[in-house]
């Protein structure tokens, strides 16, 4: 408690005072586990590191000290979940992979560029980087969450990301490839609207278990035959892309009568 008591701006200890600007904390006796940063525009105080016993931290719409998620992170190895949205950064310290229990990891709309290796995170589960202008991760486990949309990535990042992956959304970044299905049987949502992509692959019927897939507003012209053996799949959306009205006419005529079950989305342009 002295600690958030120190801080140059008031924290809530009553939850039901939440709300998108003030800052709040949950107490376990005297520790603090879970901490919202909210105070707009004023600078997260570097003593939240010392928070040793805390399990959550949710920081938004603040400043770190010279742009920089300093080292003492580190000291947070109790932490189960880090969010930062709406903060500048420009950069985030290598120590980040220390954090031997992070569940989940969020850094939303806060310019970054570069994410550090994040070999040591054996236990995360959920990525989330979206609106920066990330183009290369490194480090990944067991992972099943990625969320990468909004950033510059030019191909998935198959190198790093591991078999476990249920969940990839991928929207708005440069990519023109599918992932490599033979990686991901377990996918069951894709996401890679806006993108570069031109091509499905033909053994796209190897994701067994894949009930939603987006394309939409992307470079495609045809869809391969297989598709139709996705018999798990229930959305289908491909609006946007470069078929010709003939093949639009065919895919309808497709679903329509071998996959009615499908919530298909689909425009000639």
């Known amino acids: ?86 903060s500048l950064i420009s950069k985030i310290t290598d120590k980040l992979a220390s954090l031997i229990n992070l569940q989940s990891l969020t850094i939303d709309n806060c310019g970054l560029t570069q994410m550090p290796n994040l070999s040591g995170l054996k236990k995360l589960n959920t990525l989330s980087l979206p609106n920066n202008h990330v183009s290369k991760i490194e480090g990944l486990y067991n992972v099943s969450q990625l969320f990468l949309y909004h950033n510059d990535f030019t191909e998935v990042p198959t190198q790093t990301i591991p078999s476990t992956l249920v969940r990839i959304y991928m929207n708005y970044n440069p990519i023109k490839y599918f992932p490599n299905v033979n990686l991901y049987a377990n996918l069951t949502e894709v996401r890679l609207a806006r993108t570069e992509v031109s091509v499905i692959p033909s053994n796209i019927n190897k994701l067994k278990r894949l009930s939603f897939l987006d394309l939409s507003f992307s470079k495609i012209t045809t869809i391969p035959d297989n598709i139709r053996k996705l018999t798990g799949l229930q959305f289908l959306v491909i609006q946007g892309n470069q078929f010709s009205a003939e093949e639009v006419n065919k895919i309808k005529s497709q679903f329509s009568t071998e996959q009615p079950s499908v919530q298909l989305l689909i425009f000639f342009i």
């Open 1 to 86: 408690m002295e600690i958030i008591e120190s801080f140059p701006f008031p924290v809530n200890t009553n939850l039901q005072k939440q709300g998108p600007t003030v800052s709040t904390a949950m107490l376990d006796g005297n520790s603090v586990i879970m901490i919202q940063l909210r105070t707009a525009g004023a600078q997260v105080p570097e003593t939240v590191f010392c928070l040793k016993n805390l399990r959550n931290l949710d920081i938004m719409n603040m400043n770190f000290v010279n742009g920089v998620v300093p080292d003492a992170l580190s000291n947070l190895q109790s932490l189960f979940g880090l969010s930062i949205k709406n």
